[in-house]
């Protein structure tokens, strides 16, 4: 079993009720109804064509993609653990 390498895309839309239209695109797996965005993860290869294609639709505002994996995951030891 291969593991596939997925990345998480934030949709910002103009109205919620198109929610369902972006299902067929990834996996929904947050929504918030009062700054009406998606929280969604998608294929890391298919991502760019997805997101044209997303981009595309009239009732998409905005994409962003997830900075999770831009961050610093490993950190130094603090000088105070030491002692």
Same mark, same amino acid.
């Given at each position: $079993?291969? %593991? ?6 934030? @949709?910002?839309? =103009?109205? !919620? /009720? ?21 929280? $969604?993860? %998608? ?6 064509? @997805?997101?044209? =294609?997303? !981009? /595309? ?27």
């Amino acid at each position: $079993m291969d %593991i596939v390498s997925r990345t998480s895309l934030i @949709i910002y839309l =103009k109205h !919620m /009720k198109h929610e369902r239209q972006i299902r067929k695109f990834g996996h929904i797996v947050s929504t918030n109804k009062q700054q009406r965005y998606v929280i $969604m993860y %998608i294929n890391e290869e298919e991502a760019d064509s @997805i997101v044209d =294609k997303l !981009m /595309k639709l009239k009732y998409v505002k905005n994409i962003v993609g997830s900075p999770y994996k831009y961050l610093k995951k490993e950190y130094p030891k603090e000088q105070h653990e030491f002692t």
